[in-house]
């Protein structure tokens, strides 16, 4: 069975820093990596998505992802946040394959609190 | 395009009640998919419909149903509440399973 980790749960930064989000996944086969965010009050939003082709995605808001297939990673990172990125964060992988359908495997989430 | 909407939003029942939720995809999804999010399990995946069919099943007891109707609207119905069962219950959308899942605003349900 697939799995995701996230290795923090709670983030605590101040505006301006950066911000890195670690992710892992236990599968045995193609994947298709996704980053969303949850900001208080809202739905999930998608921040990011990598299917295939470079192993850096660039998505919304100036988040980006680098996906490391030796590694079974997919870390989050943002140069420079802003108090609006407060949120909670969430990796999440579905199986590559086309016929596969949709059944995301999510992470247990991180909780970032940006101060201004 | 409207986004995926979710009703009820809001929905309080007793144990050993049953409920019927409803999602209505974003226009032109033939996928959609219903999640249970809570604070101690987080998200977890109950099922996938696509085209009326059921693609995939998650791990949750046989007390948790769903199906989809031609114009992919879902329904997904819990039988025999239990107070574990308490939870937001998302539901999302995507055109088939190479595209990203849009979700609703989900539906609270609190079991007393």
């Known amino acids: 069975a697939q799995s995701v980790s996230q290795h923090n749960h709670h983030v605590i930064l101040s505006e301006a820093a950066s911000l890195e989000l670690g992710c892992n996944y236990s599968?045995?086969?193609?994947?298709?990596l996704f980053w969303y965010v949850q900001y208080p009050g809202q739905h999930l939003q998608l921040l990011l998505k990598y299917f295939s082709g470079d192993p850096l995605v660039k998505g919304i808001k100036g988040f980006e992802a680098e996906f490391i297939k030796s590694k079974f990673s997919f870390n989050l990172r943002k140069p420079s946040v802003q108090w609006s990125d407060t949120a909670e964060y969430f990796c999440?992988?579905?199986?590559?394959?086309?016929?596969?359908?949709?059944?995301?495997?999510f992470g247990g989430g991180t909780r970032v609190l940006v101060k201004p | 395009k409207a986004g995926v909407t979710q009703t009820p939003r809001y929905l309080i029942k007793t144990r050993g009640q049953q409920v019927t939720l409803s999602c209505s995809p974003i226009s032109g999804h033939r996928s959609v998919s219903w999640y249970q999010q809570t604070p101690g399990q987080g998200l977890q995946f109950l099922f996938e419909y696509f085209s009326e069919t059921q693609r995939n099943k998650g791990n949750f007891p046989g007390r948790f149903s769903g199906r989809q109707f031609s114009n992919s609207r879902s329904e997904m119905n819990v039988s025999t509440l239990e107070l574990g069962d308490s939870a937001l219950y998302l539901c999302?959308?995507?055109?088939?399973?190479?595209?990203?899942?849009?979700f609703g605003p989900g539906t609270r349900l609190t079991v007393l």
């Open positions: 599968y045995g086969g193609t994947v298709n």
């Open positions: 999302a959308s995507s055109a088939d399973s190479y595209n990203e899942q849009f």
């Open positions: 999440a992988v579905n199986p590559g394959l086309k016929a596969a359908g949709n059944k995301l495997t």
